[in-house]
């Protein structure tokens, strides 16, 4: 594991923020660390930077306490902590410039992570003039210019429009086949199911669940099943009140049903029993869907 979170706790008054979390973060993977706004996130990864102390629990990098060590566990650490920030009036190279003096880092690392993040030929513009999603790489390229093992990126595509979430996205996808190991935080579940190995989701400062994507979807034990029927008012009431049926919703103009896998056939035969034509019917599993089967649907997505 090349991070580990052992009863990791904060609180802000009254308020518990993060409450005896445990994560374990394996090398290589590319690790999304989900929650509704207001869940922790945030707190978290501020302990794991060592920008505040936690209350309770350590923070382990490559074995080595943050809170013991500090800077010296955080050596082969990038980090993008929020919305990237920089001198819009100065270009994206003077503002690594400056952050490569400070940190000490040989300036020939600069166009490296310019031409890596794809800004190789932007980087002498100033960033005033650059879209948000070229500021946000920039952001990644100044995490990147210490040479990190590790990277952690919280809300890395928050505030992007498609094209620049796109962006981004390829750009992770790039880095963790280079052997870099990522931790993202995020509130949009199905930007981070595009391109996460692993998983795990809070909600109020505790652990949900955790583990490989692919398993917990496999082993949800539950589909959410998108129907498309001829009479969908009265479908909607014949299975919202099936005890085997989770959740039954009316979107745009379709059913959207959450139940047992087992359940599926007895859904079907249920409606054509009933005369209600069933046209199609596609099971979907998503990480959002996995989330509120677990905190239920007062947790919002956004």
């Known amino acids: 594991m090349i991070l580990e979170t052992k009863n990791l706790s904060k609180s802000f008054g009254q308020r518990k923020a993060v409450d005896g979390l445990n994560l374990e973060i394996p090398e290589g993977s590319v690790y999304g660390f989900l929650g509704p706004n207001g869940s922790g996130k945030s707190t978290t990864i501020r302990m794991m930077t060592a920008l505040i102390l936690p209350d309770e629990g350590e923070v382990f990098i490559q074995g080595n306490s943050v809170q013991k060590m500090g800077n010296k566990a955080l050596t082969h ?28 880092t040989d300036f020939s690392r600069i166009q490296y992570v310019l031409g890596r993040i794809g800004l190789g030929k932007r980087g002498h513009d100033k960033v005033k003039t650059y879209s948000q999603g070229m ?3 920039l952001g990644i390229a100044q995490a990147l210019l210490s040479n990190p093992k590790l990277l952690i990126l919280d809300e890395p595509t928050n ?17 963790s086949s280079e052997g ?4 993202i935080s995020s509130h949009l579940l199905d930007e981070v199911q595009k391109v996460c190995s692993h998983v795990a989701m809070i909600n109020l400062g505790k652990l949900i669940t955790t583990g490989e994507v692919n398993t917990l979807l496999t082993d949800s034990g539950f589909l959410i099943t998108e129907v498309s029927v001829d009479q969908t ?36 035969q249920m409606l054509v ?4 034509q069933v046209s199609a019917v596609i099971p979907r599993t998503s990480l959002e869907d996995l989330f509120l089967s677990k905190v239920g649907t007062e947790s919002v997505i956004v």
């Open 77 to 104: 650490v990038g980090a993008l902590i929020e919305r990237a920030d920089f001198y819009k009036h100065l270009s994206g190279e003077t503002n690594l410039e400056m952050l490569a003096r400070i940190d000490g």
């Open 135 to 137: 500021k946000q790489r």
């Open 159 to 175: 505030g992007l429009d498609p094209q620049g979430m796109k962006e981004v996205r390829d750009l992770i996808r790039d880095l």
């Open 180 to 183: 870099i190991t990522i931790f």
């Open 233 to 268: 008012d009265i479908a909607h009431d014949l299975l919202k009140v099936q005890g085997w049926v989770h959740q039954c919703d009316i979107v745009d103009d379709k059913l959207r049903v959450s139940l047992g896998k087992d359940h599926i056939s007895e859904m079907v």
């Open 273 to 276: 029993q009933n005369d209600i």
